[in-house]
């Protein structure tokens, strides 16, 4: 994890600011992230226009049938190479009942990576604490209840004019709750390192192992979980299975589309021989862990 105090920074414009992005960002240079970090300050140096776009889409998201974002991030700009998003950060309610609610929300106290890169500045508000740790290689083919060492970093704050870079697929950092309101930028790099293994969440062991505990509701979670569900209803049914194996032809990410091949191959077989085989991919499949099932277990005697 790169952190590095930059101070303030004349200010860019969000048209700018891509413009320079698309001139100085490639996915086969992974360190001219980096070299953004001073634009990402000046970008986030004065909040009023990103103030009035998150009124403008929280207002859209109201008068919508269907949210097809969390409501704590807005995505600002996507292209071919690389993403900008904004996360807000609200404190937490000091009630228990709660607790679990918003922590899925904002994704609070619990260890977890990303399998893409993250340059990340605060835009409004104090910023907020993070406990980080390193890791070295693990395999692709990870599991549940692996344990996996891991060098501890510290506990940093993301104040103004900072910025904290986290690696992919290397970099394990668990979010503390904000003290006040708190937005931030995030420059999100997209390169095939995000196919190589899903986003992972931990529970700490000690200060130098932590145990994998599954994998948190990103987008990649969010489509395996619906192939366990399509897997579900399709069970003993193969003729209405189509959307499996559609999906196992022809999705982008290859583990989502493998996954989906496995469960349309138990689904298709159609015999009760294979029920055992079906309980054990769909039931107690490493899918989709659910933020508050983490929470549960991070929050226990915090209050």
């Given at each position: 994890?790169?952190?590095?105090?930059?101070?303030?920074?004349?200010?860019?414009?969000?048209?700018?600011?891509?413009?320079?992005?698309?001139?100085?960002?490639?996915?086969?240079?992974?360190?001219?992230?980096?070299?953004?970090?001073?634009?990402?300050?000046?970008?986030?140096?004065?909040?009023?226009?990103?103030?009035?776009?998150?009124?403008?889409?929280?207002?859209?998201?109201?008068?919508?049938?269907?949210?097809?974002?969390?409501?704590?991030?807005?995505?600002?700009?996507?292209?071919?190479?690389?993403?900008?998003?904004?996360?807000?950060?609200?404190?937490?309610?000091?009630?228990?009942?709660?607790?679990?609610?918003?922590?899925?929300?904002?994704?609070?106290?619990?260890?977890?990576?990303?399998?893409?890169?993250?340059?990340?500045?605060?835009?409004?508000?104090?910023?907020?604490?993070?406990?980080?740790?390193?890791?070295?290689?693990?395999?692709?083919?990870?599991?549940?209840?692996?344990?996996?060492?891991?060098?501890?970093?510290?506990?940093?704050?993301?104040?103004?004019?900072?910025?904290?870079?986290?690696?992919?697929?290397?970099?394990?950092?668990?979010?503390?709750?904000?003290?006040?309101?708190?937005?931030?930028?995030?420059?999100?790099?997209?390169?095939?390192?995000?196919?190589?293994?899903?986003?992972?969440?931990?529970?700490?062991?000690?200060?130098?192992?932590?145990?994998?505990?599954?994998?948190?509701?990103?987008?990649?979670?969010?489509?395996?979980?619906?192939?366990?569900?399509?897997?579900?209803?399709?069970?003993?049914?193969?003729?209405?299975?189509?959307?499996?194996?559609?999906?196992?032809?022809?999705?982008?990410?290859?583990?989502?589309?493998?996954?989906?091949?496995?469960?349309?191959?138990?689904?298709?077989?159609?015999?009760?021989?294979?029920?055992?085989?079906?309980?054990?991919?769909?039931?107690?499949?490493?899918?989709?862990?659910?933020?508050?099932?983490?929470?549960?277990?991070?929050?226990?005697?915090r209050y």
């Amino acid at each position: 994890m790169r952190m590095e105090a930059i101070g303030p920074q004349p200010t860019i414009g969000l048209a700018d600011f891509v413009a320079l992005a698309d001139r100085t960002y490639h996915p086969d240079r992974p360190g001219s992230a980096w070299e953004l970090r001073h634009a990402l300050i000046g970008l986030a140096s004065d909040p009023t226009w990103l103030l009035s776009l998150i009124l403008e889409r929280q207002t859209s998201r109201m008068n919508s049938a269907w949210a097809r974002e969390q409501p704590s991030y807005f995505i600002l700009h996507t292209s071919t190479h690389f993403a900008l998003r904004a996360n807000v950060w609200l404190p937490e309610r000091r009630n228990s009942s709660m607790d679990i609610l918003e922590n899925a929300a904002f994704s609070y106290d619990y260890p977890h990576d990303h399998n893409f890169d993250i340059l990340t500045a605060t835009c409004i508000g104090p910023g907020y604490d993070t406990d980080a740790y390193e890791y070295g290689d693990i395999p692709t083919d990870v599991a549940v209840g692996d344990h996996i060492p891991v060098k501890p970093l510290g506990r940093h704050r993301l104040v103004p004019n900072t910025v904290f870079f986290y690696e992919a697929c290397r970099d394990v950092h668990t979010q503390l709750p904000v003290e006040d309101i708190t937005v931030t930028l995030n420059f999100l790099p997209l390169r095939k390192v995000n196919y190589a293994r899903p986003q992972l969440i931990f529970e700490c062991v000690d200060p130098h192992t932590l145990k994998v505990m599954g994998v948190p509701l990103s987008p990649e979670g969010r489509q395996m979980s619906a192939m366990r569900i399509m897997a579900k209803l399709a069970q003993g049914r193969p003729e209405i299975a189509s959307g499996i194996a559609s999906v196992a032809g022809d999705h982008a990410n290859p583990r989502v589309s493998d996954y989906a091949a496995r469960l349309r191959d138990l689904v298709g077989m159609d015999s009760s021989a294979v029920h055992a085989g079906i309980v054990k991919e769909i039931d107690q499949g490493n899918v989709a862990l659910k933020y508050h099932e983490v929470a549960k277990v991070a929050r226990a005697g915090r209050y």
